[in-house]
């Protein structure tokens, strides 16, 4: 089956420690985003890649980082710089940029 | 800038009663409209969409109308049911913004038996 994977599900760290989340799809899709949610909230984009190679800020890209090496992983590096980094963090792709986007379950993130 | 403005929740409905959601966004272009659904703990989904004035997407008993000249998408669903509840987002995508995706705040929607 097609699709996007996320691990881990559930992830804790203390504070001070960078982590990276996964990313990978197996839908040969172009474009791929991360995107934070909190709590009650909308979808915040962190940065997006509309090609293998290649990234871009999103609205919220203090404190993240991520590569773009194969098509289809997108990994995050979320970095001791980020301020509040506890949340759910999305990924998804899309055919092209600008299409509708397939989202991945979701890794929920909790640094203490 | 791109935006979307969805009606605020919470929305409480009880099983079999008629939903609507409305939505209404501002665009720099011509944009494709989404509404996507997020169950609790799960990523989102997309319900349905639509690319062009007047066109109507439509999925699982879901629909929305296209209306360029209101500048909305409302999402309408004529019986709901328990396994409905869950989150609702309207997006747009907008190829004059270098088609860059604007996602609403989400809408809740719990439905009682």
């Known amino acids: 089956d097609g699709g996007i994977t996320q691990s881990p599900k559930y992830l804790f760290r203390k504070e001070g420690q960078n982590v990276t989340l996964s990313c990978e799809q197996n839908?040969?899709?172009?474009?791929m985003y991360w995107y934070r949610q909190d709590p009650g909230q909308g979808l915040r984009l962190i940065y997006y890649?509309?090609?293998?190679?290649?990234?871009q800020k999103g609205d919220i890209a203090e404190g993240y980082s991520v590569s773009r090496e194969k098509k289809e992983s997108f990994p995050l590096t979320v970095t001791s710089a980020q301020k509040n980094p506890t949340a759910f963090y999305l990924c998804?792709?899309?055919?092209?940029?600008?299409?509708?986007?397939?989202f991945g379950p979701g890794t929920r993130l909790t640094v203490t | 800038g791109d935006s979307v403005t969805q009606m605020e929740g919470p929305v409480t409905l009880s099983e079999e009663a008629f939903l609507t959601i409305n939505c209404t966004y501002t665009?720099?272009?011509?944009?494709?409209l989404f509404w996507y659904v997020q169950y609790p703990g799960e990523g989102l989904q997309l319900l349905l969409k639509?690319?062009?004035?007047?066109d109507k997407g439509s999925n699982k008993g879901f629909e929305a109308t296209y209306r360029k000249e209101t500048t909305s998408f409302h999402l309408e669903k004529g019986s709901v049911q328990v396994s409905d509840s869950a989150v609702y987002f309207c997006?747009?995508?907008?190829?004059?913004?270098?088609?860059?995706?604007?996602f609403g705040d989400g809408t809740t929607l719990t439905v009682k038996p």
């Open positions: 998804a792709s899309s055919s092209i940029w600008g299409a509708e986007q397939y």
């Open positions: 839908l040969n899709h172009d474009a």
């Open positions: 890649s509309q090609i293998v190679n290649d990234f």
């Open positions: 665009a720099t272009g011509y944009p494709s």
């Open positions: 639509a690319t062009k004035a007047d």
């Open positions: 997006a747009l995508s907008d190829p004059a913004n270098a088609g860059k995706s604007t």
